[in-house]
């Protein structure tokens, strides 16, 4: 399910002191400011906790944006990017409008084009120092990124041809980072209609602002379940409670390329920072639904889990070694299967009594019907649990060999 967030983007830079770019126009006093407006480009339709609702692209989280000015239309080439108009500017949101660090204003010649990525990261919030090392002049001899809290491992950069490319990038278990890319918004002009308060790009948007559209870079995982059976004589009530719910194995680091030339825009080798995700239980007891056709194929009565958790996409393997030992991304699940029998007396406080019996069911991902995930995906798996065996109880009836007793008997004449 593919979602979009459109920021109008709008900056609000000052030219000042460019002197490389000899073709921009110097602001003048009443030139227009670039700004940023958010505008939804898609109708919610459902509401989904984290970490956005919607198509609401969050308040909470800024974004970075680079520019180029082009004196013609941009062309994808590299001397398209020779003219920096903004260089991973950080923009946030002030209360009323989106805005960036810097004042930038609309030129008054050429072509602006934006490439923006979510969440924002420079060099002083990625960065930590590492004092246990320095070197024989007392300086502190690495640096290296704060996975634990940004995932990237060096600062977004765009190149005209690949477009994003987050290398190494880390996903942190249960952290939600929504990692965003936006497509290209190429061409933009201020100066599109009588009062000049519309942007224009090559797409005809027309918004208030440059239009950026985000596209999520990794996917959302979540679970929904029902009991579905047929009921056995003399049992009146099933009843089935989910315990717990983990993914095991999963990939958590990769190579992000989002023009790629060939394959996935993932790539990940499975080999190391193998995490596990634990989704908390948030659904009351299930109640058995009868296994008719239609209820089969209904997506209804499902009961589905609050936590929903993003993930790094990936290929999801099938080995032939056990599931005690394998590396490969498993799914497991802990639930309780409780019946209650006409036959039984009801407890000492008058509530029912119920025959119980907990059960565990470990599968590989790969055969849960999507082998593999991919960017921009909400992923719901829909399990269905019937709490007897694929099997009725049948009868094989045998009867055992006859017992051949012998008796010896003389009867007499006289007898």
Not at 323 to 336: H, K, P, W
Request: glycine letters at 4%.
């Amino acid at each position: 399910m593919k979602k979009y967030f459109i920021l109008a983007v709008a900056a609000i830079a000052v030219m000042a002191a460019c002197a490389k770019v000899e073709h921009f126009d110097a602001p003048a006093p009443g030139d227009s400011l670039i700004s940023f407006s958010v505008v939804n480009h898609r109708a919610q339709t459902k509401s989904h906790p984290l970490p956005y609702t919607g198509s609401a692209y969050p308040t909470d989280v800024p974004f970075g944006t680079y520019c180029w000015w082009t004196e013609d239309d941009w062309t994808g080439a590299a001397s398209d990017t020779t003219f920096v108009f903004m260089n991973n500017e950080k923009v946030s949101y002030s209360g009323t409008q989106w805005v960036p660090s810097s004042t930038y204003y609309w030129t008054k010649s050429g072509k602006l084009t934006f490439a923006s990525y979510s969440p924002f990261a420079d060099a002083d919030s990625t960065l930590i120092t590492m004092r246990a090392v320095p070197d024989t002049l007392g300086r502190d001899s690495l640096r290296r990124f704060d996975y634990e809290n940004y995932g990237y491992s060096e600062v977004p950069k765009y190149d005209f041809a690949k477009g994003f490319t987050y290398k190494d990038y880390r996903v942190v278990p249960n952290a939600d980072v929504d990692l965003m890319y936006a497509d290209l918004a190429a061409n933009c002009t201020q100066k599109t209609n009588a009062n000049g308060d519309k942007v224009q790009d090559e797409n005809g948007s027309s918004y208030s602002g440059v239009p950026t559209i985000f596209n999520h870079a990794l996917c959302r995982v979540g679970f929904a379940f029902r009991a579905i059976g047929s009921m056995n004589p003399n049992v009146d009530s099933i009843r089935v409670v989910i315990n717990s719910v983990d993914i095991k194995n999963i990939e958590t680091r990769g190579d992000f390329i989002q023009n790629p030339t060939t394959g996935s825009r993932w790539e990940t080798d499975h080999d190391h920072l193998l995490k596990n995700y634990n989704f908390p239980v948030t659904i009351d007891t299930l109640v058995l639904i009868k296994d008719t056709p239609d209820s089969l194929a209904s997506k209804k009565n499902y009961a589905e889990l609050d936590r929903k958790v993003i993930v790094l996409p990936q290929a999801h393997l099938n080995s032939n070694d056990g599931l005690a030992v394998t590396t490969d991304q498993l799914l497991t699940i802990s639930y309780t299967v409780l019946l209650h029998y006409t036959s039984a007396p009801d407890n000492p406080d008058g509530s029912l009594k119920w025959a119980t019996e907990t059960l565990t069911s470990v599968l590989r991902l790969k055969n849960c019907g999507i082998p593999t995930w991919r960017d921009n995906q909400n992923i719901i798996y829909r399990i269905s649990i019937n709490p007897y065996s694929s099997e009725p109880v049948t009868f094989d009836p045998a009867v055992a060999g006859w017992e051949d007793v012998d008796s010896l008997v003389t009867i007499y004449a006289n007898n």
